[in-house]
């Protein structure tokens, strides 16, 4: 089953800011590394940074110095803090441990003026 939910998307204006949510179905995630993810129209899902239960978030060049990603202690909730967003920041946002496992629904993220 999906062992994951993800929340906090909505409709911003560029420049603004969202800070998303991945919950674990159960009392942590299944394992050691939890990834994020997004996928906009017409392109494949893309990963945008993960973080392992005991080390640093790493980030792919698009979204370094915007995005910062985190964890609560009992490793049962990932954050993603997204910093000035702009409209080609537009995607359903994921997040997935990894292994991969299977996908949630993602959270709608829309940036327009």
């Known amino acids: 089953q999906v062992q994951q939910v993800e929340s906090g998307g909505g409709l911003v204006q560029p420049g603004e800011s969202l800070r998303l949510s991945c919950a674990a179905a159960?009392?942590?995630?299944?394992?050691?590394?939890v990834g994020w993810y997004r996928q906009s129209p017409g392109n494949q899902r893309e990963l945008i940074g993960t973080i392992s239960r005991g080390g640093p978030p790493v980030y792919v060049d698009a979204v370094k110095g915007r995005f910062t990603i985190s964890k609560n202690n009992a490793w049962n909730t990932v954050y993603l803090q997204m910093n000035n967003l702009k409209p080609e920041d537009t995607a359903v946002y994921y997040c997935?441990?990894?292994?991969?496992?299977?996908w949630g629904q993602g959270t709608q993220v829309t940036v327009s003026s």
């Open positions: 997935n441990r990894l292994p991969l496992g299977l």
């Open positions: 159960g009392s942590t995630f299944s394992t050691n590394l």
